[in-house]
């Protein structure tokens, strides 16, 4: 698998910066991420642009916008309704009127309303400008969202992405790319499209992808990372983006319970073991790691991973770094 595990940059250095914006995507390049992750949504106008979701409410100010006021909607995406402004319901001039704001309430607020939300185009065009002015190859790891849901529309992502990464001279040795989805169907029509390498994202044990669960198939992450799963998986993608539950169980009282045999079971399927989210908040911790985040992240590279996705980037590579001169801590030591 890889040689050392990648640090993913979860909407960039979203610890320290609204996420999403080219200021996180820069923030987590300077700290020395090996890959950026924009999330892909479009605009009416066909734009790819980088949103956690195409309902931006909780990222963006738009609710101050009065000029806006009328766009706001419910709609119902992968079969939950939700309220708010979408980003296919606004042209890329007016979604240039907004300014990012961060979506978690405890973390700092002082930068809300300095940065535009970004293209797509602007984030792999930063990642090119700064592999080439730092001579290291900085990857981009963009995740199309609700692709089912803008396919039903008229914007399928796909085509966009690809057409823009291939006009970006991305996916080689400088500007390295992985495709991610939590839908299986697209990644399966991915695969006949393009050699760019294939991510399966699997969320909590019991969560369906929405494409299965909408035509009948009752499988959940669980079952998509058992052995038998993991070889399906591998004849359309190169890697699972796990949750870290499917790893690491917890029980009922949030205590952790002993590891599972994901990694190797997905290492001999040809897979590598992506795992999502790393986070330094203790709210975000389980109680074993006693608030301490490298604890977590000590855990989770002596199971052999291959790459983590972090909103601190800076601290998963201090910790991966560290561990490449050591063995790791046990828990409870």
């Not at 961060?102 to 973390?107: A, D, G, K, P």
């Not at 009752?218 to 799963?229: E, I, K, M, Q």
Request: glycine share 10%.
């Amino acid at each position: 698998m890889s040689p050392r595990p990648r640090v993913i940059a979860h909407r960039g250095a979203s610890g320290y910066r609204p996420e999403h914006t080219l200021e996180a995507y820069g923030l987590a390049i300077a700290q020395g991420a090996d890959f950026i992750e924009p999330d892909v949504v479009a605009t009416r106008d066909g734009v790819l642009v980088v949103r956690h979701e195409n309902e931006i409410s909780e990222t963006t100010d738009v609710a101050a916008h009065r000029e806006l006021a009328k766009r706001r909607t419910t709609k119902t995406i992968d079969g939950r309704e939700v309220s708010g402004w979408f980003t296919e319901d606004l042209t890329l001039e007016e979604l240039r009127t907004l300014r990012a704001t961060e979506r978690l309430l405890f973390r700092s607020h002082s930068r809300d309303g300095l940065y535009r939300v970004p293209t797509l185009q602007e984030v792999v065009d930063l990642a090119r400008s700064e592999s080439g002015r730092l001579r290291r190859p900085i990857g981009v790891y963009p995740e199309t969202k609700h692709p089912s849901y803008f396919a039903s529309i008229g914007l399928p992502l796909e085509p966009r992405l690809l057409e823009l990464l291939e006009a970006s001279g991305c996916g080689g040795a400088d500007v390295p790319v992985f495709l991610q989805s939590f839908e299986t169907g697209n990644l399966r029509g991915l695969r006949g499209r393009t050699s760019l390498p294939l991510v399966q994202l699997l969320g909590e044990p019991e969560e369906q992808p929405w494409d299965l669960a909408a035509r009948g198939d009752p499988r959940s992450a669980r079952d998509l990372v058992t052995p038998a799963g993991l070889r399906e998986i591998a004849a359309y993608a190169d890697a699972v983006g796990c949750h870290k539950r499917l790893l690491v169980p917890a029980g009922a009282d949030g205590r952790l319970l002993r590891p599972t045999t994901l990694v190797d079971d997905a290492h001999a399927a040809g897979l590598e073991v992506h795992v999502w989210t790393f986070r330094s908040e203790p709210v975000f911790l389980a109680p074993d790691y006693g608030g301490d985040p490298g604890r977590e992240l000590e855990q989770f590279l002596a199971l052999g991973v291959d790459g983590l996705f972090c909103d601190f980037p800076d601290v998963a590579i201090r910790v991966r770094d560290r561990m490449g001169g050591g063995a790791a801590r046990k828990l409870g030591s």
